[in-house]
T-cell receptor
């Protein structure tokens, strides 16, 4: 079993829909949770960063962490074609010596 | 002004050749990384340097050798290239380790 599981998709939704992207993990020591967005032929860019449990909102994006279920989510409201990209989750534990554990990435397609 | 820049962006070379990819960051970060992304988009860390000191050295062939002349630079040299080395190589940097900033990637094709 991988430490971080993420459905590779592709996930195809119509423009304007609410998108839910998820990752599950097995290591209860993880405390830092990140979502990165990667456009085709580009490097990943940090989208959301959360420490421990709870929600964080930034514009149309909301990151949720449920440590009891070992489950994190990224919600995108009012999705736009420009949101079409691969979304990668990443996480790490305290004192992990800069070692992030990555999900495989979910390819998201927003249809106009 | 690009935060993490790496060159070249595209590299096509023959098996057996030696090549280098250069990386520079102007963010003032103390940690730099090399990641490899395969055709299935899975990101795998190769090396990490903190203040010029190697702190992560994952199981990669010793044909791959990183070099960090200073905190702002981390280069990757690859000897005796093989077909399986074809991938995208990303340089990245961070301050503290969790929020990592990536370069645009270097697409390596070995023929």
């Amino acid at each position: 079993q991988k430490e971080v599981e993420q459905d590779p998709g592709p996930l195809s939704v119509p423009e304007g829909a609410i998108v839910s992207l998820n990752c599950t993990y097995s290591n209860s020591a993880f405390q830092y949770f990140m979502w990165y967005r990667q456009y085709s032929r580009k490097g990943p860019e940090l989208l959301m960063y959360t420490y421990s449990s709870g929600n964080k909102e930034d514009g149309r994006f909301t990151a949720q962490v449920d440590k009891s279920s070992k489950y994190i989510s990224l919600f995108i409201r009012d999705s736009q074609p420009s949101d079409s990209a691969t979304y990668l989750c990443a996480m790490s534990a305290e004192n992990s010596n800069y070692q992030l554990i990555w999900g495989a990435g979910t390819k998201l397609i927003i249809k106009p | 002004d690009t935060a993490v820049s790496q060159t070249p962006k595209y590299l096509v070379t023959q098996m057996g050749n030696d090549k280098s990819i250069k990386c520079e960051q102007n963010l003032g970060h103390d940690t730099m990384y090399w990641y490899k992304q395969d055709s299935k988009k899975f990101l795998k860390i190769m090396f990490s340097y903190n203040n010029k000191e190697l702190i992560i050295n994952e199981t990669v062939p010793n044909r791959f050798s990183p070099k960090s002349p200073d905190k702002a630079h981390l280069n990757l040299h690859i000897n005796s290239l093989e077909l399986g080395d074809s991938a995208v190589y990303f340089c990245a940097s961070s301050h503290g380790g969790n929020t990592i900033y990536f370069g645009e990637g270097s697409w390596l094709t070995v023929v």
